[in-house]
């Protein structure tokens, strides 16, 4: 039985990657769990292992290809006992599709296989990843019952966890509604205006393509403008205590190698102000309003042609060195393109700093599915009316973009009081 190994979905924003690197060559044996590949996302490059044991017999799409769809096959996997096939019959990858769908039809190239009856035909091999397959084990499910939402109908992780939390009677209801969705063709879009068409001439201007970051980009944050109705809450804060306090900090623990920055202490504001307002530490769905038990802060780092957003989890939970020091990793394995799915996936809030820059204020538009992005500006000195009187103090603006789904304009101004007490008094942070 041949198995084809197709692009996996690596993201839930995936669309496309760019085969970075193969690990193996066609007669090679590969078991589950070993590394075949590195495949380069909007996000990261990552490795990506054998899901079956078997010989490649086949590579479709040699290394350094760019912009392969996902569930596009890749690689041609030889079942046990199955000789590998020889290099010529690259020429059947454009059939693959159908070969996910039913068995392939004889022609005039390839031998009719043996007829089998219904009866006699040997039980389906179960695709589903080791991982799926070790919860699935612990959990005590049934994969046979399963409907995979991975490439090829493969059981992941997913669909384990939602085996484990759907009634028995829905589950097969859900895998089979899950089927309908993936085959689903999608709605055609109107092809992008030209710039010729505003009146540019064509030889006026160089094209730069886009990569898969700008493309994910691109498509997310329109998604969020367009359909998340949103608004934007502005405060103002003195930070001179904060400035104070932080290089107290650093010179009493420079010898530790410790250095806190200001975002270090924004981040760790905002998760006790989530904890202190829980409310605002929720996301919209569907079903219902998800409060999250954490707060998971996403912070967006610049990269190359676009911006990542490493999470530091349970903020609430640890200390200014710790989040530091955490940061400071997230961001140089960010610019590198190392990090691991889970390290920039999910979280419950996020923070936007450009006080670096010089920017004095601006608004982020909202990072789904978190139900507030807060938007850090620059501190500066500026004149305040203190006492009654005309004083001097260094100022920060902070505003926050709220999802009016999950968070409305009360329960924003509850959080950015909340996060302005934090930051104004930051030995209230060690309470």
Known sequence: MSIPITMPA?????????????????GDKIEPGQVIAEIETDKATMEVEAVDEGVIAEILVPEGSQGVKVNTPIAVLSGEGQAAKPAAAKSS???????????????????????????????????????????????????SGLQGSGPNGRIVRADVEAARKAPPAATQTQASQQSREVTKPAPQQAPPA???????????YDLVPLDLMR??????MTSSFRDVPHF?????LEIDALLKARGEINKRFADNGVKISVNDMCIKAAALALKLVPEANASYTPDGIAMHHHADVAVAVAIPHGLITPIIWAAETKGLAQISAEMADL???????????????????SISNMGMLGIKSFASIINEPHGMIMSIGAGEKRPIVKNDALAIATMMTVTVTCDHRVVDGALGAAFLKAFKSFLEDPMAMLL
């Not at 693959?96 to 039913?102: L, N």
């Not at 030209?194 to 006026?204: D, F, K, P, V």
């Not at 493309?215 to 997310?220: F, G, M, Q, S, V």
């Not at 934007?232 to 103002?236: G, S």
């Open 194 to 204: 030209t710039l010729e068409s505003y009146g540019i001439r064509s030889n006026s």
């Open 10 to 26: 690596l993201s839930p924003t995936m669309e496309e990657g760019n085969l970075s690197k193969w690990h193996v060559k066609a």
């Open 331 to 349: 961001a140089l394995r960010a610019r590198e393109r190392k990090l691991k799915p889970e390290e920039f996936q999910g979280g419950t809030f």
């Open 232 to 236: 934007p809450l502005t405060i103002d």
């Open 93 to 143: 990858a454009p059939t693959s599709t159908e070969a996910k769908q039913a068995p392939p039809e004889p022609t005039s190239k390839r031998a009719a296989p043996a007829p089998q009856t219904v009866a006699s035909k040997p039980a389906e091999r179960i695709l589903a990843s080791p991982l799926a397959r070790r919860l699935a084990e612990q959990g005590g499910i049934d994969l």
């Open 215 to 220: 493309k994910t980009i691109a498509k997310r």
